[in-house]
Structure formats: C-alpha cells, structure tokens
C-alpha cells in the first residue's frame, strides 16, 4: 500500500471513529453507529477504487458527500424522547395488584428480587390548562390496572442536548457508562405530578418511610436519579417514595391577580403545594405498600432541602410527617441566601415575566406553550411568604416554638461551593472585589479574617468563604433554632473524597441512601464501608429520630451548634471551623437570638 493511500485510511479511519463517538454521545439510536460504521466503509471502499486517481475536486466533493450522509444519519437516528424505564432490565418480573384510593396499581421487581418499584403513580391532576397556577386537585380515579412501570416525565425545564449531558457525566462526574440502554432522552412534561414508591418486595407492614425531595435550584431536577433513587434503603428494609412537582416558572410564579383568583388568596408556592398535595396523598396510601403512615421522613438536598425546612413551619404540612434530613441548604436564616425571596419581590418579577410574554392577562399567560414559559426558571425559582402555605419567615415561627418536625438531621459537605464557582475562581487580583461586592461594610473584617497573598490562597479563601455563607451558614442557624426549641437535632459534615464528584455539592447523597454501584471503581473499600454506616445512621434516625445504634461512632446531639459528626476517612465527632464568619453573618443577616456557648 502507497503512503498517500495509508495516510488517507489513517485519515478515513479517524473521521470514522469521531463519528461514532460523536453518535455515542448523542446517545442516537443504535441503528446510528451501525449504519455510520458501513458508510464509512463504503466511502474508504468507493474512494479507494473511485475517487482517489480524480482530480482534486472530486476527491473534496467525496469527504464532502460522505459528511453530509453522517449529518443526515445523526438527525435521523436522534436519540428519540422516552420514559424512563423504573427498572433497567427488559421484561422485568411484575409484582402483586395493589390498590389505593383511585384504583389498582402494579409495579415491576428489580433483577435481583429484593425491590418493588411502583413508578409515575398520579398525586394530582396534571397543572395543565385552567390548573396552572392554581392549587394541585386530588387525582382522579382510574380503570383497570395502572401499569406504574415507567417514571413519568420530569417536569418542565431548561434542558440541554445528549452531548452535553454526556461531556458533564465524563468532565464532572467521572461515571459515563457506554451502554445501549440509554439511546433516548427523557420526557419532560408539564404534566408531572407523580410519585415513585420502593418497598421490600413481599408483604411488609409497618415500615418507616422516607419521602425525598430532590434539588436542582428549583429550576432543574427529577426524582428518579440514581444517587438518590429507593433502592438501596429498600434493600434494608425501608419504603422510599420521589415525588416530582413543579419547577421554575410553573411552579414559583408570583403575581397579585393569581393570588386574588386562588380561594386560599395564594401565589408562588405552588411547587410546595405539589408536595404537600403528595405527602397527603402518601399518609392515605403509603400502608398499601408496607410503610406506617404514623412515621414518616421528609428529606431533600439543596433546593429540595430548602422545601423540607420551608415545610417545617408550614400549617398546611401538620401532621404529615414525623421527622426531616436536610442536606446542604435551609431556609432558617434571618435572609436565606437562596431558593428564598420576599412576597414584593415575587409579585416584581412575576410581573416582568408577564411584560416579557406579552400577557395582559392570566388567561393569557395561560394560553401560552409550556415551552414560552421555560426560560423564566432562571427568575421564577424562590420560595416566598404567601400567608397560606408560609404564614412568615421560617425564622419567625421557630422563635414562636411552631415547628412540624419532631426530630433533625441535617448538614454539609466540605466543597460545597465547587460547582458553583467553577467558572467564577477568585485570584489575587479579584479577591478583594468579590469580597467587597458582596460583604460590603463588613468586608474589612472577612478580609482580616482569610487574607490573601496568593492565588491560590485568594482561591481556596473564596470557596471556603462562598460555601460558608450559602450552605454552612444556614445549618448553623437551624440548629440553634433547634436546640432553642428542644428539637433533638443531629448535624454531619461530609468530607469524604473519592474518584466521582466527593465532596461537591450532592456527594453525600449516594452514601446517604445506600446507592453506591457494585461494579463502581470510582469508590474504595472505604467508601462502601462510610455509605454503610451512614446509611445505618439514617434508618435508625427514620425509625425512632434517633440515629446511633448497630455499633456505629456515637452521633451526638448538636447542642452547642458547633460539634458535628465527620462522614470523612473517619468517622467521628469533630468542632465547627468556622465560627468567627459565622458571627459576622449573624450581624450582617440580623439575627438576633440567644447566643450558644462555644
């Protein structure tokens, strides 16, 4: 073979090869890579038989013909849109026709026979048309035998191509799996309220129940995800339940005239009204599948973590759940720093929503596709003080003694802030202006605290600063809120490292709830041993609120608000490193309550 017809398989073989990569990313459907895999090699065929001895035209003409077939070969494998499937496996076993309130319901078995899994079960009826906007309607009943195989849609949101998906699984989380499974992209819908429920597989009764709401700056999220899927608690014998509700605009648009519409006199809390819709809809129904609907966890992370700690001084959430696990995020502050805004500041924005849609009325904004109204989330994402769902701040009603929760637990992980500012890294020559951008008056004093005289100190000094205020803080507040009410509370602090995301922002979650994959090699011997025992911890919390026993490193009682139990290479209590930030927060905020002893 000549070196001009080597170089042009060497060529060829390299345009074939993106090729496919580029269709596995897509995840396109698996007829892509094959039928790009033949054209490739008829197009190396014809151009070595053909096109190579032509003029220098047809052989352009030829890699041109042959990316143009790619091109039309990638649109019409694109990955099609789907549900997901509850269980990965084809063909799943079925499990025994249950029956709750508006009907018969079966679900599928995982491979193993441990789980059932009874996915996209109606809370409510769909928010569509007259219902957006207005507080979620009790289902209605069905015929026949709801097929719960498959997880309804996630709810709207802004979402991104395949590609990108891909690249953030392979640059953020290390865990991109080549697989034929996946050759899909997952429906999204306005039409979302529906939950999920794991339970042992046989007849069980009586079994504490954990209800998770997922994060995603209440923006972004859905409640299948496999970090914090039932699974793994089902496996040691808990009933687990997701919920989807809704997002962005859909479900934290604020405006006068919707209030005034509402027969509650209530506006953007819709998305905390889904799930109080579902947590009432779990105590009616959860004793069908095994669960005591008389001991009941309410968790969630990040914005997910903000409702559970927003629900906790809601009256409408009385009674509905007996105890809560908030991980990374609360809204106890005296000005939470996120996920939280003011009723004036709602009704605002609401209204620069409506100018920006050209609505002048509701009837309008109505009428609008859901996908008009996507791209407000980044605005419309806050929870607010209504005076029905929140009658006054969180806060507020602590120092009243109100509070649904009977006992807390609750924390932080040590890189929270990583993600967020990824693309927002301080270095020496910044370092003081975002301080002072943000801290103003007191930024002398947070200055004096964490000098700089290097980028990377100006670095790690920022992260250490921005994660503090945004998710440390908070917790710090709630407990004090705690200890004041005579809440048993149990703080953590995740520092654990490992080969996927470790101590970012969510890292805990697959240790949390037991969901670390077997064949992973991204955890070590380690891990499983810390998702083991935190996993112990959390089941002896959701049985009785207290989470020692089985052997396990003493978690004591957070009484001070500065001890804490270390998830990290050890397990054990440790101190809060933080405190003087704290305070300066404290004068910053306004907070004004009795002061703990260090």
């Known amino acids: 073979m000549t070196a001009k017809r080597i170089r042009f398989c060497v060529f060829a073989f390299l345009l074939i090869f993106l ?4 269709f596995e990313l897509n995840q396109n459907r698996a007829a892509g890579p094959i039928l790009v895999t033949a054209l490739g090699g008829l197009f190396v065929f014809v151009y070595l038989r053909f096109v190579q001895t032509r003029p220098a035209r047809y052989r352009v003409m030829a890699f041109l013909a042959f990316l143009a077939l790619v091109l039309v070969l990638f649109f019409v494998t694109y990955p099609p849109v789907k549900r997901v499937p509850a269980v990965p496996e084809k063909n799943p076993a079925l499990t025994r026709i249950r029956t709750v309130a508006q009907g018969d ?3 599928v078995m995982t491979a193993d026979g441990l789980v059932e899994v009874y996915a996209g079960i109606p809370y409510a009826q769909p928010p569509v048309g007259e219902n957006r906007w207005r507080e979620p309607q009790d289902p209605l009943p069905w015929e026949g035998v709801l097929k719960a195989d498959h997880f309804a849609p996630m709810s709207m949101q802004p979402t991104h191509s395949p590609v990108y998906n891909s690249l953030y699984r392979i640059i953020g989380f290390h865990d991109y799996k080549i697989s034929w499974k996946d050759n899909y992209r997952p429906a999204v819908s306005e039409d979302s309220l529906y939950l999920n429920i794991w339970k042992p597989a046989g007849e069980v009764e009586k079994r504490p129940v954990l209800v998770y709401i997922h994060g995603g700056s209440l923006q972004t999220g859905q409640p299948w995800y496999e970090d914090y899927a039932g699974g793994g608690l089902a496996r040691q014998g808990a009933v687990v339940v997701n919920l989807g509700y809704r997002l962005g605009a859909f479900g934290f648009t604020a405006l006068p005239e919707l209030a005034q519409e ?12 889904d799930q109080i819709k579902a947590l009432e809809w779990i105590r009616a129904n959860i004793s069908v599948f095994g669960g005591d609907p008389d001991n009941i966890t309410l968790a969630g992370e990040s914005a997910g973590s903000a409702c559970v700690s927003a629900l906790c001084t809601s009256p409408l959430a009385a009674g509905l759940f007996n105890r809560v696990v908030m991980e990374s995020s609360t809204v106890a502050g005296a000005e939470p ?5 003011s009723l004036s500041d709602a009704f605002a924005s609401g209204a620069r929503l409506k100018e920006k849609a050209g609505a002048l009325t509701t009837e309008q904004l109505r009428a609008l596709p859901a996908s008009a109204l996507v791209p407000f989330a980044d605005t419309e994402h806050h929870i607010t003080v209504d005076g029905y769902v929140l009658e006054e701040l969180p806060l507020e009603s602590y120092r009243k003694g109100i509070h649904n929760e009977q006992q807390i637990l609750h924390g ?8 967020f500012i990824l693309f927002d890294q301080a270095n020496l020559k910044n370092y003081e202006t975002k301080v002072r951008g943000y801290f103003k008056e007191y930024a002398d004093r947070i200055l004096e605290l964490y000098p700089a005289s290097t980028d990377r100190e100006a670095r790690e000094n920022w992260a250490v600063i921005f994660g503090a205020t945004f998710f440390d803080y908070p917790h710090f507040c709630l407990n004090r809120l705690a200890v004041g009410n005579g809440i048993p509370v149990y703080e953590y602090y995740f ?18 709830y037991s969901n670390i994959p077997q064949d992973s090699s991204l955890f070590d011997q380690r891990d499983r041993e810390l998702s083991a025992q935190m996993s112990t911890y959390l089941l002896s919390f959701m049985q009785d609120g207290n989470p020692n026993g089985s052997n396990l490193p003493v978690w004591e009682q957070n009484l001070t608000s500065y001890d804490l ?3 990290g290479d050890l397990t054990g209590m440790t101190r809060e490193t933080k405190p003087e930030l704290f305070a300066i927060l404290d004068e910053m905020t306004g907070w004004k309550g009795a002061k703990l002893a260090e």
């Open 19 to 22: 090729s496919l990569v580029l």
């Open 105 to 107: 319901v079966q679900g």
């Open 262 to 273: 509402s027969p509650n006199g209530t506006t953007g809390n819709y998305g905390l009204l």
């Open 337 to 341: 720093p996120h996920s939280f805004r």
């Open 412 to 419: 932080y992980n040590e890189k929270e802030s990583e993600a």
């Open 495 to 512: 520092s654990k490292d490992n080969g996927r995301i470790g101590s970012f922002h969510s890292g805990e979650e697959i240790y949390l």
């Open 565 to 567: 139990l270390q998830f």
